[in-house]
Every structure is written in C-alpha cells, then in structure tokens.
C-alpha cells in the first residue's frame, strides 16, 4: 500500500557488517597479544598452529576486511556473505577450543559419539524452526494484517 513504511534492511546489514568489523579486529589483536604474551611463536610452525593461523586470518581477519570493504562499497551481498563466513569461524573456534586444542597431548584423543552429534543436531534445528514459526506468524519482517502499517 502507499506511504507504508517499510525498514530498510540494506542499510541495517550495512551498519551491522561495520559493526562486526568494530568487533572482529579487536578480537584479532587479543588473540594475537595472547601468542606474543606467551611467546608461543615456535607453536605457530606445527600442525595445530597452521590451523590456529587458518583461523586467525581466514575467519578473523579477512571476514573483518570484508566487512569493512562492504559497508565502504555498500555492498550489501558481501556483507551477507560475510556473515556467513563469520559463522563459519565461529563453528571452527568452538571446534579448536571444544575437540583440537582440549587435551591436545593426550595420548587418546576424544571422538564425539553419534549420540552427541544427534542431540547437537536436533537442538540446532529446533532453534532455526523456532524463528521461523516467530518469524511467520508475528509482524516480524512484515506488518500485521489486523494493526496496519507503524506509523
């Protein structure tokens, strides 16, 4: 309908991705302060190293640069994808921490059990049907039929 006033989803991606670069790149540096303090730089050329690095610099560092290059361009799309990648080095950092680095010279490592992975799984998807069923049946991302428009 006319003179309906509709939020701006572009424009809050935007603000969001310069955002998460406002948070990503101190998090970079206290985690990079964190092997300087330690002086752990020897660990950095091992197996657990190389991965630590991946995720330093593909799913911190660079997802922070995208984000700043795409609130710069108004990129609205490399924004998106840009969060995507984040929640990708999200899901690696709990990884490391949670099954890599736990333990890590132990002489048995730990394999999560089918049953773990089951529960994980299904709390995940009641999570995302969750929302969906909020999202769909309240004025979430469209007005209510029996309100109208926000004025």
């Known amino acids: 309908t006319a003179g309906e006033k ?34 752990a730089w020897g660990l950095l050329n091992t197996p657990l190293g190389h991965w630590f690095m991946l995720e330093m610099l593909g799913f911190i560092l660079l997802p922070c640069l995208l984000y700043l290059w795409g609130a710069r361009t108004a990129n609205v799309n490399l924004v998106r994808f840009t969060a995507v990648l ?9 990884l490391n921490i ?11 490592r730990y394999v999560p059990m089918w049953t773990e992975w089951a529960v994980t799984i299904s709390i ?21 039929p029996e309100y109208g428009p926000e004025n």
């Open 98 to 108: 949670s099954i890599v680095a736990f333990n890590w010279n132990a002489a048995e």
């Open 6 to 39: 509709k939020p701006d989803f572009d424009k809050l991606t935007l603000g969001l991705g310069r955002v998460a670069a406002l948070v990503l790149f101190p998090y970079f540096c206290l985690k990079a302060i964190g092997v300087m303090h330690e002086n």
């Open 86 to 94: 984040t929640v990708a080095g999200i899901i690696v950092n709990r």
């Open 124 to 144: 995940i998807t009641l999570g995302v049907l969750t929302f969906r069923w909020i999202v769909n049946r309240m004025p979430v991302l469209h007005d209510h």
